[in-house]
């Protein structure tokens, strides 16, 4: 199985301030098709999941635009260009290239 | 507006099974591969299953493979899944999420399974 490992686990970030996550998989995530399939989720406190980026720096519709996914292979990051309150929770990497799925740790976000 | 409703969940004891629904709405149903993830009380999300748009490709985690069946109604615009022989280890609130290669993911709110003596 591939394993999808976060870095850090837990990130303190001021309001306004930048924050960065990363995601390293056990195996190259290039699918055969060319294709890099690597997403990456967010979870508010108490609610379910939602994804923020497919194929690596895709955003999806009504994820504002400090969010952002970049890196290739094996090495993934999601960047909050400037962290809003709204931002708290964890946030997940997930690779959809091999079987089976699996995510990574969850990497904890609150405010300082 | 896409939207996944999970039913189904309760409480069962260790070896009995509960079969879960997840009813969409707001797009194509049947264009869509769709899936099931679980997450334990205060754990990470585990993916469960997955099922193809025409139900032709199914896959399973290793921990419910052979006790959990995935599956799929298009004509009901509904996915489902079958778990028997539950463990207490399958305690978790049960997400169907949908995560296209393209745009649009979503995901339902989940429905909690507990499996307890």
């Known amino acids: 199985d591939v394993v999808m490992t976060q870095s850090p686990l837990s990130l303190p970030v001021t309001l306004g301030q930048a924050a960065s996550i990363s995601c390293r998989s056990s195996q190259s995530l290039v699918y055969s098709d060319g294709n890099t399939y690597l997403n990456w989720f967010q979870q508010r406190p108490g609610q379910s999941p939602r994804r923020l980026i497919y194929k690596v720096s895709n955003r999806d519709s009504g994820v504002p635009d400090r969010f952002s996914g970049s890196g290739s292979g094996t090495d993934f990051t999601l960047k909050i260009s400037r962290v809003e309150a709204e931002d708290v929770g964890v946030y997940y990497c997930m690779q959809g290239t091999h079987w089976p799925r699996t995510f990574g740790q969850g990497t904890r976000v609150e405010i300082k | 507006e896409v939207l996944l409703v999970e039913s189904g969940g309760g409480l069962v004891h260790p070896g009995g099974s509960l079969r879960l629904s997840c009813a969409t709405s707001g797009f194509s149903f049947s264009n869509y591969g769709i899936n099931w993830v679980r997450q334990a009380p205060g754990k990470g999300l585990e993916w469960v299953s997955s099922?193809?748009?025409?139900?032709?490709?199914?896959f399973y985690a290793d921990s419910v493979k052979g006790r959990f069946i995935i599956s799929r109604d298009n004509a009901k615009n509904s996915l489902y899944l079958q778990m028997n022989s539950l463990r207490d280890e399958d305690t978790a609130t049960y997400y169907c999420?949908?995560?296209?290669?393209?745009?649009?993911?979503?995901w339902g709110q989940g429905t909690l399974v507990t499996v307890s003596s």
């Open positions: 099922i193809s748009s025409n139900s032709r490709s199914v």
């Open positions: 999420a949908r995560w296209p290669q393209e745009e649009g993911g979503a």
